[in-house]
């Protein structure tokens, strides 16, 4: 038996597919590669007067427990205090469930499409995401309802990516295996997907015709690292290559992984894989 909220999004059909399960297998890999941003939204958090979080395309739900556990520690706000996580993918929501209960945090998930599931009016403090929110089909729609669930004056935090060529580590795997991949999928320009934000006047536009005030949109740039002994599996499951390598035969898919790791050798220094994240820092007022 499932919550989700159905809608006709491609999004859903991806996270639901085998992009869900290359998450959630990789989500230990992905949560310390993230790390810095969690601790920065639960910064955010913790410098905020509110109790009542959401997390926007929680995924596997890292931030959640991370903002659920610093609620815990707010003992004059305790009453009423909650974080609750939204994602599309069933996946994601069973294995954010399981976790939390795992590591005893009380949290609460919904598996709806956060544009347009109903949430009730006003009933949180604050909205934050870890790169949640670049894969609504009707950003302005999705943001509106967002703002809609939260108080007046409430608040907004969230990290997105810059452009593709401001992060060579995110886009080293599909320039690598290009050559040998002729019908490579080509990034459409403010296309729902991991650089959907890469523009940072329209993510103010989209959050000003919404209904968001007080918008600031800053460059960030963060550093993250993963062991090595992570990366094949990272590049190999994640992204457009965890799509493109089942479908080539052993040979073509020798050659894609070889060239694919030299293209990473630049970031490998020692046991660690060490890269920029070129994103941007959302806040917003409701
Ligand atoms: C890049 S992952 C980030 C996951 C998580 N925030 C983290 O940092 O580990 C993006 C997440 O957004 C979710 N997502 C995409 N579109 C969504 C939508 N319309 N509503 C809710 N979640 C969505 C995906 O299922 C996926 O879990």
Redesign the pocket.
């Known amino acids: 038996m499932t919550d989700m909220a159905k809608?006709d999004?491609s999004?859903?059909a991806f996270?639901?597919g085998d992009a869900?399960q290359a998450?959630v297998e990789a989500?230990g890999v992905?949560?310390q590669m993230?790390r810095p941003?969690?601790d920065a939204l639960v910064e955010a958090v913790a410098a905020q007067p509110g109790n009542r979080i959401l997390?926007?395309?929680?995924?596997?739900g890292?931030?959640v427990r991370a903002v659920s556990r610093r609620l815990g520690q707010r003992q004059e706000q305790r009453q009423g205090a909650r974080c609750t996580g939204?994602?599309?993918?069933e996946a994601?929501i069973a294995a954010a469930r399981a976790i939390a209960a795992r590591e005893g945090v009380s949290a609460d998930f919904i598996c709806?499409?956060?544009?347009t599931?109903d949430f009730a009016p006003e009933s949180f403090d604050m909205i934050v995401?870890?790169?949640?929110?670049m894969?609504?089909d009707d950003p302005v729609r999705?943001f509106a309802n967002l703002r809609r669930s939260v108080r007046s004056g409430g608040a907004l935090r969230f990290a997105a990516w810059r452009s593709a060529g401001d992060n060579p580590f995110m886009t080293a795997a599909e320039r690598a295996a290009a050559p040998f991949v002729p019908d490579m999928p080509v990034r459409q320009k403010d296309a729902?997907g991991?650089f959907g934000f890469a523009d940072q006047h329209r993510v103010a536009r989209i959050l000003e015709d919404s209904g968001w005030r007080d918008i600031a949109v800053a460059p960030i740039d963060v550093a993250c690292a993963i062991p090595k002994a992570a990366l094949d599996g990272y590049i190999t499951r994640l992204g457009p290559l965890g799509r493109i390598l089942p479908q080539l035969d052993e040979k073509a898919r020798g050659q894609v992984i070889e060239a694919v790791r030299a293209a990473f050798a630049p970031f490998v220094q020692g046991e660690e894989v060490r890269f920029i994240a070129a994103c941007w820092m959302v806040a917003a007022r409701a």
């Open positions: 809608s999004n999004q859903q996270w639901n869900a998450w989500q992905l949560d993230f941003f969690e997390d926007i395309g929680c995924g596997t890292s931030v939204i994602d599309i993918s994601m709806a499409d956060a544009q599931h995401s870890r790169f949640g929110v894969f609504f999705a729902p991991q």
